[in-house]
């Protein structure tokens, strides 16, 4: 082994808004807070999760694949359509395409990087 996973650091252009949908999300506690970064802790003892602002981010376009994704969150959940629900009020989106199998659907966070909502059907 050459490491261990510290972080998960995301680009966009406000870390400060999109930290709001990400403690709501991942039931998460800002630790850091900056207009350039802002950093998330996560209980259970996983990674920190970061933002980091960048002038230039753009959001990767789920159907035609320009920009192409560079990755992308699995995020578990006990029920898609309540979790669902609760994404979307949170100004997340159900991208087309995703088509809500059992198992996972596909979202964006606001400012439009994918995700997934999966339960433990979708991790087999």
Known sequence: ???????????????????????????????????????LSLAGGLPSFSLQRTDRYQAPDWNSGLPPQQMHLDVLVDNLDTAEAQVLSLGGTLLDGSDKPIGFRVYADPVGHPFCLVTSEGLT
Do not use: H, N
């Open 1 to 39: 082994m050459i490491g261990r996973l510290a972080g998960i650091v995301i680009d966009c252009p406000e870390p400060r808004a999109l930290a709001e949908f990400y403690q709501e999300l991942l039931g998460a506690k800002r630790v850091e807070d900056s207009a350039e970064w802002v950093t």
